[in-house]
């Protein structure tokens, strides 16, 4: 099992859609959540993170955490082209308070 | 300015030879990190530092060595290239906040060919 995983898509919205990005880990002493987003051929740049469970809005993104059932996510609401990209789940595992696993990244395709 | 810098932004190499990618920030952080990217693999750690004098293997360290000049330089080096080190590369720093792991920041990456 991946250490920290997510579906590779490409997840296909149609524009002003709601998009739900989703990752689970396997380290349940992991205490920190970001994700990332990344356009083709630039380098990833942060969206959001988050540390306790429930949700957290920051305008059109909501990460959403839930420690029971090893699962966070990111929702995107009023989806646009702009959107388009590959997004990018990493977790801070227990133990070690710099180092960040991250899943394969999920690509997302807003459609106009 | 560009905080975290990479250099050389793209290289083409030979199977066999030494290469080395260096890793520059400004932004006074301590901890250094080199990922390789590939295709559905999302971002694999390679090495990391915490400061000058703590290096650490990540999870694909094999073919690989690293280098803390300073605290604003991390250098990665492939001291025999092979094919499938073909990737994109980046560094990252990052620091503590509050006790509390903050983002990392990416460089711009360095995109590695090995013919």
């Known amino acids: 099992q991946k250490e920290v995983e997510q579906n590779s898509g490409p997840l296909s919205v149609p524009e002003g859609a709601i998009a739900s990005l989703n990752c689970t880990y396997s380290?349940?002493?992991?205490?920190?959540f970001f994700w990332y987003r990344q356009y083709s051929g630039k380098s990833p740049e942060l969206i959001m993170f988050i540390y306790s469970n429930g949700d957290k809005e920051d305008g059109r993104f909501t990460a959403q955490l839930n420690k029971a059932s090893q699962y966070v996510s990111l929702l995107i609401r009023d989806s646009q082209p702009s959107d388009s990209a590959t997004y990018l789940c990493?977790?801070?595992?227990?133990?070690?308070?710099?180092?960040?696993?991250f899943g394969q990244g999920t690509t997302l395709q807003v459609k106009p | 300015d560009a905080d975290v810098t990479q250099t050389p932004r793209n290289r083409i190499t030979k199977t066999g030879k030494r290469i080395m990618l260096e890793c520059s920030q400004t932004k006074g952080h301590d901890r250094m990190y080199w990922y390789r990217q590939d295709p559905g693999l999302g971002l694999r750690l390679i090495y990391y530092s915490f400061d000058v004098k703590d290096i650490n293997k990540g999870e694909i360290s094999d073919g690989y060595s690293v280098s803390r000049q300073a605290q604003a330089k991390f250098s990665l080096s492939l001291e025999s290239a092979i094919p499938n080190q073909t990737a994109l590369y980046f560094c990252?720093?990052?620091?503590?906040?509050?006790?509390?792991?903050?983002?990392?920041?990416f460089g711009p990456g360095t995109r590695l060919t090995v013919l």
């Open positions: 990252a720093t990052s620091d503590l906040t509050s006790g509390r792991p903050r983002e990392q920041f």
């Open positions: 990493a977790v801070n595992p227990a133990g070690n308070t710099g180092k960040l696993i």
């Open positions: 380290d349940r002493g992991s205490q920190s």
